[in-house]
């Protein structure tokens, strides 16, 4: 919900550190793959108790998954790059609710296997809805140049790492804020859902789906 704000407000900024760092030499994939890193020596560092350690690690981890599209953009975009970002875009959002499960499984654990369920569910929506989006010739740019087609919805990635930051901020409200984030997260599948029946539907005498202009 807040993605396209919030890429309003500092594309500028990332764009320009995009570019400095591609003059570098950089890559955009090892851009990505550092976040990757950063982001899974965040979970180690949650699920060991150091949440100040892990906080931090986890925000480095988000600003490096902003700059690799910036240096895409500032050198060349590749359908691969599109897709090693969102592989570890998802290895990020599974790695830290496992974390504070691992942190203490008896007081996370059924909060943790929820909160994974609800991303699971979300995530399908998302990929799905964005592999229909690609065979119709449909784009967006609402939340960016993206290589994918990216639906609106009420949890997207900014809501996820305020999330993420409130977990670590208070450990000992995670259950709690695990169930609610949750059912935020089933009510945005839900709603991507009823979205795609409206932007695919079926030709009522063939069927077959056809083609429509989609949410823009």
Known sequence: MLDGWVRRAIDPAIDRAGRQLAATGVSADTV?????????????????????????????????????????????????????????????????????????????????????????????????????AERRGLETRARGLKSLYFSRGLIEGTETIAAFVMFCLWPGAFAALAFGFAALCLWTAGARVLAARRAFPADPATGAATRHAGPR
Do not use: C, E, K, Q
């Open 32 to 132: 990505t793959l550092a976040g990757l890193g950063l982001g899974l020596s965040a979970a180690a560092a949650i699920a060991a108790g150091a949440m100040g350690l892990g906080l931090a690690l986890l925000l480095a981890s988000r600003l490096a998954d902003g700059l690799d599209g910036a240096v895409a953009r500032a050198t060349r975009r590749t359908d691969f790059g599109g897709y090693l970002d969102i592989v570890a875009d998802f290895a990020f959002y599974g790695a830290i609710p496992l974390a504070f499960v691992a942190l203490d499984p008896r007081a996370n654990g059924l909060a943790g296997a929820a909160l994974l369920v609800s991303f699971l569910v979300n995530g399908t929506t998302f990929l799905g809805y964005a592999i229909l």
